[in-house]
């Protein structure tokens, strides 16, 4: 079965840390560069990170960038995403992508105090 599963997501005070996760299956993970999105209630999806298919090239949304860090393990199929320094805006459900076509249920996260 073709599907992408994210987990790590849940509720972290600001400033706080959290490592996201989504487990690919059914199809070559290593072939694809993945992307991580957010969505937060009543706002549109945002880009968040993407990551090339061998990990050597990654990019990051301005909102992101120097807190977030993507990074890919090709033999696990898993493609993480290391929030730091969280802040109240960046809670929103995240989900990965594999190249617009295929997306995972997502996960919450929440940061409040």
């Known amino acids: 079965q073709v599907q992408l599963v994210e987990s790590g997501g849940g509720l972290v005070q600001p400033g706080g840390s959290l490592r996201l996760s989504c487990k690919a299956s059914?199809?070559?993970?290593?072939?694809?560069?993945m992307s991580w999105y957010r969505q937060a209630p009543g706002k549109a999806r945002e880009y968040v990170a993407s990551?090339?298919?061998?990990?050597?090239?990654?990019d990051y949304a301005d909102s992101v960038k120097g807190r977030f860090t993507i990074s890919r393990d090709n033999a696990k199929n898993t493609v993480y995403l290391q929030m730091n320094s969280l802040k109240p805006e960046d809670t929103a459900v995240y989900r990965c992508?594999?190249?617009?076509?295929?997306w995972g249920q997502g996960t919450q996260v929440t940061v409040s105090s």
């Open positions: 992508n594999r190249a617009n076509t295929l």
């Open positions: 059914g199809f070559t993970f290593g072939a694809y560069a």
């Open positions: 990551i090339s298919h061998a990990g050597g090239t990654t």
